[in-house]
Each structure stands twice: as C-alpha cells, then as structure tokens.
C-alpha cells in the first residue's frame, strides 16, 4: 500500500524559505515521476514541481525560487521554496505516478501540508 505524508508547512513572512517533506513508502518505482502540486482556496490545482529519473520541471510562478528533490535513502522527495511571497499561499500535496512525468499519471496523493505567507 503506497503512503505519502507531508510536513513542513508553517506560516511565514514575504521573502522566508520552508522546507517541505514528503515521506513514502509502499510499491513506488524511484524512477517515476513524483511531484509538488498546491491549491489556494478558490483556485485550481496548480502543478508546482515534478521529477522523475529523466528530468526535472518547475511551474513558471516558481522557476528560479523553489527546488524539488529526493533523498532515496530517507524515502522522502523534498521542496525547498525561497523568496516565498503572499501568492503562494496554499495547500501544497505531494504526489506519486505509476509513469514518467510526460504522463502525468499521478495514482497516489498525500494529504497535504498548508503554507501561509504574510506580506
């Protein structure tokens, strides 16, 4: 049974950093893709950050400010967000796919971690 929890979350001030983390555990292939997404209220999901074996990618909002990636040792996929601004505030959700990311078949979703940020 595939199980994702994430951590980290807080409340912070314009221009902070947070760490999040993502453990899992269960049948998931390192290989395939897992990835960052988060929803504001109101607001679609919006895809954050994915990696898989063959790359890596980052929504344009966060492109130069939040890095995603894994220790394999830990079973946990990591996202580091610097320069955070009141935009993303959000519910941020760790999640798993049973492909690469190209597919974007995400079968498996963790409960999610809130971040605010104050101006």
């Known amino acids: 049974q595939v199980q994702l929890k994430e951590s980290g979350g807080d409340s912070v001030q314009a221009g902070g950093s947070l760490r999040l983390s993502c453990a899992f555990s269960g049948d998931i292939y390192t290989k395939f893709c897992m ?68 597919t974007r078949q995400f079968a498996y979703w963790g409960q999610g971690t809130q971040v605010t940020v104050s101006a």
């Open 35 to 102: 990835g960052w997404f988060r929803q504001a209220p109101g607001k679609a999901r919006e895809e954050i950050a994915l990696t898989d074996a063959d790359t890596t990618r980052y929504g344009d909002s966060v492109k130069g400010r939040f890095v995603i990636f894994k220790d394999y040792g830990k079973s946990t996929l990591y996202l580091q967000l610097n320069g955070l601004k009141p935009e993303d505030t959000a519910m941020y959700y760790c999640a798993a796919s049973v492909d690469y990311c190209e």
